[in-house]
């Protein structure tokens, strides 16, 4: 998906359209992630479905839980949910940051790697490669 080390630095707007598709990514996890918990705060806590949304919601950014859980069942699957709410957010964030990181190392190793290939060229000018 990214370009190799040899490779030039992408164009912006082929890089726009990859920050699209990372975008559409990472919006698609959240939504799998965000129906996974309005489906067990619904089913499994027997909370409305606007209410359901509301505390998946919550658990999801980290702001923390709307309603009290109160049977044994409802706790655990909170604590899973919140568990894999943690992973699901960072994971996409990763996802989303990724090209972007991408670009900036690889810009900066376009540049070392112009530098020390006019130090190959020189050496080998001078019968030494």
């Known amino acids: 998906m990214f370009e190799r080390k040899s490779d030039q630095l992408l164009p912006l707007p082929r890089f ?5 598709y990372t975008l559409f990514l990472a919006f698609s996890i959240m939504v799998i992630a965000l129906s996974i918990g309005t489906a067990g705060y619904h089913f499994i806590v ?3 479905m606007v209410d359901a949304l509301l505390n998946a919601a919550m658990i999801l950014t980290g702001m923390g839980p709307v309603a009290t859980m109160q049977t044994a069942a409802s706790k655990l699957f909170a ?3 919140a568990l894999f709410s943690g992973v699901v957010f960072l994971s ?3 996802v989303l940051f990724a090209p972007i990181l991408h ?15 006019d130090e190959q060229t020189e050496s ?6």
């Open 16 to 20: 726009a359209v990859r920050m699209s």
């Open 46 to 48: 027997g909370l409305p």
């Open 79 to 81: 604590t899973v949910y």
């Open 92 to 94: 996409s964030v990763g």
């Open 103 to 117: 670009r900036a190392l690889h810009h900066f190793h376009l540049d070392e790697s112009s530098d020390s290939g």
């Open 124 to 129: 080998q000018k001078r019968g030494h490669g």
